[in-house]
T-cell receptor, first 113, second 113 residues
Framework: QKEVEQNSGPLSVPEGAIASLNCTYSDRGSQSFFWYRQYSGKSPELIMFIYSNGDKEDGRFTAQLNKASQYVSLLIRDSQPSDSATYLCAVNPFSGGYNKLIFGAGTRLAVHP | DTGVSQDPRHKITKRGQNVTFRCDPISEHNRLYWYRQTLGQGPEFLTYFQNEAQLEKSRLLSDRFSAERPKGSFSTLEIQRTEQGDSAMYLC???????????FGPGTRLTVT
């Protein structure tokens, strides 16, 4: 089992729709969770982080965390073509002493006009 | 620009040569991380510094790889006797001591021919 799993996609959504990206993790002691956006050929850009169970909203983005189910998600409302990118889920595992991030392979999102 | 910077941005080298990359973190960040990313995968953790101390190294970091952060500011990553399998994007990230949010530089793309 991979430590952080994501559906590779592509996830295709029409402009203006809600994109829902999901991630599961294996280390139950993990404490912090991150979503990065990565455009092709570029480096990852931090867009959201969440530490507590529940929802956290920032503009068009909402991160959701359920530690009991070991599940993190990212919702993007009013999706725009400029949101087309790979979204990486990252976890700060307890086994790593919270000193590193373990990344999933990413979900490719395509927003079409 | 006060973000993480990396140099060079691209490096092409022949197999067997040594290469060195540099990372300058965000100025007030005392934690510095190196990751490696290959096509279609998320970044993989290589090593981590707090100030000048290298506190963790991944099993991925063979004895051909060495990293330093001599004065707790910039860091260098050296790969000796490069192999074609070393071809990847090498990413540097930094964070504040009491924060788990890591910010990435633009990366150095290494191609070993």
């Amino acid at each position: 089992q991979k430590e952080v799993e994501q559906n590779s996609g592509p996830l295709s959504v029409p402009e203006g729709a809600i994109a829902s990206l999901n991630c599961t993790y294996s280390d139950r002691g993990s404490q912090s969770f991150f979503w990065y956006r990565q455009y092709s050929g570029k480096s990852p850009e931090l867009i959201m982080f969440i530490y507590s169970n529940g929802d956290k909203e920032d503009g068009r983005f909402t991160a959701q965390l359920n530690k009991a189910s070991q599940y993190v998600s990212l919702l993007i409302r009013d999706s725009q073509p400029s949101d087309s990118a790979t979204y990486l889920c990252a976890v700060n595992p307890f086994s790593g002493g919270y000193n590193k991030l373990i990344f999933g392979a990413g979900t490719r999102l395509a927003v079409h006009p | 620009d006060t973000g993480v910077s990396q140099d060079p941005r691209h490096k092409i080298t022949k197999r067997g040569q040594n290469v060195t990359f540099r990372c300058d973190p965000i100025s007030e960040h005392n934690r510095l991380y190196w990751y490696r990313q290959t096509l279609g995968q998320g970044p993989e953790f290589l090593t981590y510094f707090q100030n000048e101390a290298q506190l963790e190294k991944s099993r991925l970091l063979s004895d051909r790889f060495s990293a330093e952060r001599p004065k707790g500011s910039f860091s260098t990553l050296e790969i000796q006797r490069t192999e074609q399998g070393d071809s990847a994007m090498y990413l540097c990230a930094s964070s504040l001591a009491l924060s788990y949010e890591q910010y990435f530089g633009p990366g150095t793309r290494l191609t070993v021919t």
